[in-house]
């Protein structure tokens, strides 16, 4: 096996994916082939984002509250990607509120400016990532923001595999075919890897607990808007990370029995 000629083609698409989902100052040089390889490696740039937000998290409990921590974790993660699955959601949720024919519902989505349930939803989905973090014990909060960041973009390559790209041009045209089942399987070991040391540190029914938290998140999600797009833009990826990773840190107190 050529690993370093594997090398070679991977990590153009891991730092493409880096530079792509977060505001980190990674240069690499863009190409198309290495954005279509790049989802596989969406779920490692979680796994870079969730321990950012984790380390924000120790620091903020070493000197704060437990809801300063929280809420300091969720703020450096928003920082890290620049907003950029918060704004997808927001505009989700503006676009798919209300009962509008699917050509509205996608300008709505493009348009720049956020409306009442854009904010709506924002609040909800801050507050309740919040409120979840800094009810879990403050020993296990790093391994589940690894872990919680990592298998919700893990759900966002499964939304690729899965369905269509419904706009001609936008952040995900580059891989409007789909991806291949290749990068299900890294990003599914990948996810496998970030969960793993939860293993050894909480009980087993939560993790279980917070993967079906995860996965009724993303089907809800869908279910949502694909009836009514009839696939995927951008945004919508960016609602069902959004969506996947509250829902694993709800089924993930549910299970621990908080």
């Known amino acids: ?21 977060t505001r980190l100052p990674v240069a690499t040089a863009y190409s198309e082939e290495a954005m279509r390889q790049s989802p596989r490696w969406y ?25 300063l921590a929280a809420l300091l974790a969720v703020g450096v993660a928003v920082i890290a990607t620049g907003a950029l699955h918060e704004d997808g959601f927001a505009d989700a949720c503006d676009g798919l509120g209300g009962m509008r024919p699917k050509e509205r519902v996608l300008e709505i989505m493009r348009d720049s400016r956020i409306g009442a349930y854009g904010v709506i939803g924002l609040i909800f989905i801050i507050g309740t990532k919040a409120l979840t973090l800094q009810a879990m014990p403050a020993a296990h909060v790093f391994f589940v923001l690894v872990a919680a960041h990592t298998a919700s973009r893990a759900a966002m390559v499964w939304v690729m595999a899965s369905s ?10 580059a891989v409007a075919g789909g991806i291949d089942r290749s990068a299900v399987i890294v990003a599914l070991v990948t996810t496998a890897l970030a969960v793993m040391p939860l293993v050894f540190s909480i009980r087993f029914e939560a993790i279980i607990g917070g993967l079906l938290g995860l996965g009724l998140a993303q089907y809800l999600m869908r279910r949502w808007y694909e009836p009514r797009l009839g696939g995927y833009t951008g945004d919508c990826l960016g609602a ?16 621990l029995g908080v």
């Open 164 to 173: 269509d790209y419904i706009r001609e041009k936008g952040a995900g045209s």
């Open 43 to 67: 779920p490692a740039v979680g796994a870079v984002v969730g321990a950012l937000a984790g380390l924000a998290f120790l620091l903020g409990d070493w000197g704060l509250t437990p809801q």
């Open 240 to 255: 069902v990370q959004q969506c996947s990773e509250v829902g694993f840190y709800l089924g993930l107190l549910v299970g």
């Open 1 to 21: 096996m050529d690993v370093v000629g594997h090398l070679k083609r991977e990590v153009p698409a891991f730092k493409l994916a880096l530079q792509f989902l």
